[in-house]
């Protein structure tokens, strides 16, 4: 189930850098780029970080078959998608759960201090989109007040609580990626933001 998720939430990235690029009007090759980095970026950077070379996507192909999938997918459907924004929102949502505990995960796997787990989870979960929105000469949206890194850091703290607790593993990953889900959701449904800092 945890595989499964980790490709869903491969594709769903995926899907939403092939249609951020699309609004861009890119090039086929410029939204497979996009596509490509969205999916894996921030996979990639957690594995160079941690040593484990080669990066995860190069050692399973299924990854990269369903970034092809996904980008197909957006190009062929690309005006019906561009109305489901709340379905590829909740993808993205999900996506972000999962990775966070992936990250999670390699850290605790590579020995490493519960807070460097966090910042890697962190990572894995919002780089992908950091790099997109960079190539697409956007703020990358954890710059911007929405509550989006956030809601990876309390998903680490509190994955780290709850692990104290001896859970099932399979609880723990549950519950730590539906609250983080129930945040998210409710941040946007509520308009939650991060106070702006000014130099006034």
């Known amino acids: 189930m945890f595989y499964l998720l980790d490709i869903i939430g491969t594709m769903a990235f995926a899907l939403s850098g092939a249609l951020t690029a699309m609004n861009k009007k890119l090039d086929p090759f410029g939204v497979f780029i996009i596509a490509f980095v969205t999916a894996v970026g921030g996979g990639t950077l957690r594995d160079i970080m941690i040593g484990r070379t080669p990066v995860g996507w190069m050692r399973d192909l299924n990854y990269v078959y369903f970034i092809i999938a996904g980008y197909f997918i957006a190009i062929i459907f690309r005006k019906k998608l561009d109305r489901l924004r709340t379905s590829l929102f909740l993808f993205d949502t999900i996506g972000l759960g999962v990775f966070t505990l992936i990250g999670l995960e390699k850290g605790l796997d590579t ?11 962190t990572m894995t979960a919002c780089f992908g989109g950091v790099t997109r929105d960079i190539l697409c000469n956007e703020i990358p949206v954890i ?18 609580i709850l692990k104290r607790w001896n859970l099932d593993n399979d609880i723990l990953y549950l519950i730590t990626s539906c609250v983080m889900i129930a945040i998210r959701l409710m941040a ?13």
């Open 111 to 121: 020995n490493l201090h519960p807070i460097i787990c966090i910042a890697l989870g």
């Open 143 to 160: 710059f911007r007040r929405e509550i989006y890194a956030t809601i990876c850091i309390i998903g680490g703290i509190l994955f780290f």
């Open 188 to 200: 946007v449904k509520f308009k939650w933001y991060l106070p702006a800092l000014n130099q006034k």
